[in-house]
């Protein structure tokens, strides 16, 4: 995993980006364009200011196997960490993934895989990664960060503000994300005919911790982006995401809204037999009131 070597990340804009950056222990993060909605696409990186000595085989054989430990956890599980000590405490090292509530186990393997390999080309040699992408989490360090809450702004994007918004639209913005913020679980979704937005904690959040960091996010992201949509707002252990106007979805099918548009075909199927059955009534009772007026 260590020697595959994908490209590395160089945007142009680095130094601008940074502004938005205030993460205090991985310093140089780098932020890309994520307009794919898919699995892998990149969304951040960044690794840690330490780098472990070329010939500390101890630590590099402990990230090795950590690595294999959470990618074949991801072909069961959503979320996992683990520590690997291997022979020498000094040498120990913690790291964990999170997929997105609503991936299928092999997309979240997947992802996971496309992760550390991403690690592997973007931090070579560092005691501590971290990779986003559209479907994952994936973090590891040798200082142990599990439980521990991270409200870090890492990253941010938000769209223009859509032509001829409505302020209902706006208001239902709000409603829907502070439902988010409310909702229960890692993955929440909600949604309306004109918002769609999500989010999703790391699986080492407490419930409470996971609420906090998501209100914080929801803050932010209504700071950050005004009346501009999409809105994407990364913290250190949660992201929130909208997008207005019935745009694309950013998630798979089996979630809130797409249930409600199910729910909408069933009505209308529903009601659809129900005016079919109506006229048939009424027409046998045409067919029977003409029989028995022409006897
Ligand atoms: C992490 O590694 C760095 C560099 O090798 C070291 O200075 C630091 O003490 C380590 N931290 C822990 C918690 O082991």
């Known amino acids: 995993m260590a020697t595959s070597s994908p490209t590395l990340f160089s945007p142009p804009s680095l130094s601008h980006l940074f502004t938005f950056l205030l993460c205090l222990s991985f310093t140089h993060l780098t932020p890309c364009q994520s307009s794919s909605s898919s699995t892998v696409s990149f969304v951040y990186g960044g690794c840690s200011q330490l780098k472990y000595s070329p010939d500390d085989a101890a630590?590099?054989?402990?990230?090795?196997?950590?690595?294999?430990?959470?990618?074949?956890?991801?072909?069961?599980?959503?979320y996992n960490h683990f520590t690997v000590v291997g022979s020498s405490p000094s040498a120990a090292v913690h790291g964990l993934y999170?997929?997105?509530g609503d991936l299928p186990m092999p997309e979240c393997a997947a992802c996971v895989s496309h992760s550390a390999s991403r690690l592997a080309g973007l931090c070579p040699g560092t005691c501590g990664g971290v990779v986003q992408l559209?479907?994952?989490?994936?973090?590891?360090?040798?200082?142990?960060?599990?439980?521990?809450?991270d409200k870090d702004l890492l990253f941010k994007k938000c769209g223009p503000p859509p032509a001829g918004l409505a302020p209902e639209v706006m208001a239902a913005r709000d409603a829907?994300?502070?439902?988010?913020?409310?909702?229960p679980g890692l993955y929440r979704v909600g949604g309306s005919r004109e918002v769609q937005g999500m989010a999703q904690c790391v699986g080492d959040l407490s419930t409470g911790q996971c609420q906090d960091c998501v209100g914080e996010a929801v803050k932010q992201v209504k700071m950050a982006c005004g009346n501009g949509a999409p809105g994407d707002v990364y913290l250190g252990k949660c992201y929130v995401r909208y997008t207005l106007g019935g745009g694309r979805s950013y998630f798979n099918s089996n979630n809130g809204y797409i249930k409600n548009m199910g729910?909408?075909?069933?009505?209308?199927?529903?009601?659809?037999?129900?005016?079919?059955?109506?006229?048939?009534i009424f027409l046998t009772f045409l067919c029977r009131t003409f029989a028995g007026s022409s006897k």
């Open 98 to 100: 999170q997929c997105r």
């Open 134 to 149: 559209q479907g994952c989490f994936l973090k590891y360090d040798n200082e142990s960060f599990f439980g521990v809450e």
């Open 263 to 280: 729910v909408k075909t069933f009505a209308l199927i529903i009601g659809l037999l129900a005016a079919i059955a109506i006229l048939i």
């Open 176 to 183: 829907v994300l502070d439902g988010l913020v409310r909702g």
């Open 59 to 78: 630590y590099a054989a402990n990230l090795h196997s950590l690595l294999t430990a959470l990618l074949n956890s991801a072909t069961y599980s959503s």
